[in-house]
């Protein structure tokens, strides 16, 4: 009696350990998500895919995009907005989620794991390194992940779009020179960004395996980085494994 009476401790404590496993594996399973798509916006089509106030509700909530009729740069840390607009060649900052985005993508984030990157001249350096990082530590790199930078950046371009309306002749130069644009130097900033090898077109320039924005640590500027260069190091957070 005692010998089955240990067998069914045994068997509950293993079934236990399993579902608690399973738990913090559903936890831990980050999942991309995007609305509208590069290609889709490139042939002309800047309409709404999704309003920011569905999304309003969300916890540790990370996005990126483009407002709807490219009037606007959409980025979200930790489900606080830091959108830009441009208002009469000035830069707007709206901290609400009353907006619509012609393209999105998002995730939920409950913890991060700090790395740190070494010196860096551009952004397809940058885009190695968080690949390697993230491929060594346990990152599914198959698919789609969220990251942040955090830290002082040596330069920084970056643009915010603001489509002329009427124009049907879109491309990527045009995207980054319609509305502000500008560089950063020694700057401490906020970087939101996400890493795919299968969404060129889609969330991803055709150039690139990454899609970043940025806010500067006092929000005053936030924007699309188009390069950046690091002179020491910055840190690098990945979903927590």
């Known amino acids: 009696m005692n010998k089955l009476k240990n067998t069914i401790v045994s068997i509950i404590f293993v079934l236990t350990i399993i579902s608690c496993q399973s738990k913090d594996n559903k936890v831990k399973n980050i999942e991309v998500n995007y609305t509208g798509a590069l290609k889709t916006m490139m042939s002309g089509n800047l309409k709404a895919t999704v309003s920011l106030d569905s999304l309003s509700k969300k916890k540790n909530f990370y996005a990126l995009g483009a407002v709807e009729n490219l009037k606007g740069e959409i980025q979200i840390f930790n489900s606080k907005p830091t959108n830009s607009f441009v208002l009469d060649s000035s830069l707007l900052i709206d901290e609400s989620f009353n907006l619509k985005a012609a393209l999105l993508v998002y995730a939920e984030v409950e913890e991060w794991k700090s790395y740190s990157i070494e010196k860096f001249t551009n952004k397809k350096d940058l885009e190695s390194a968080i690949f390697k990082m993230a491929k060594t530590n346990g990152i599914d790199t198959e698919k789609p992940f969220p990251f942040l930078l955090e830290g002082k950046i040596e330069s920084l371009d ?46 991803t320039h055709h150039t690139t395996n990454i899609h970043m924005h940025f806010k500067t640590n006092d929000s005053n500027i936030a924007g699309h980085i188009d390069d950046l260069k690091l002179a020491k190091t910055i840190t690098l957070k990945l979903p927590k494994q």
């Open 158 to 203: 970056w643009h915010v779009i603001n489509w002329k309306d009427g124009d049907t002749i879109h491309n990527h130069q045009k995207h980054k020179e319609s509305g502000l644009n500008g560089s950063l130097n020694n700057t401490e900033v906020q970087i939101i960004g996400f890493h795919s090898t299968k969404h060129k077109a889609v969330f």
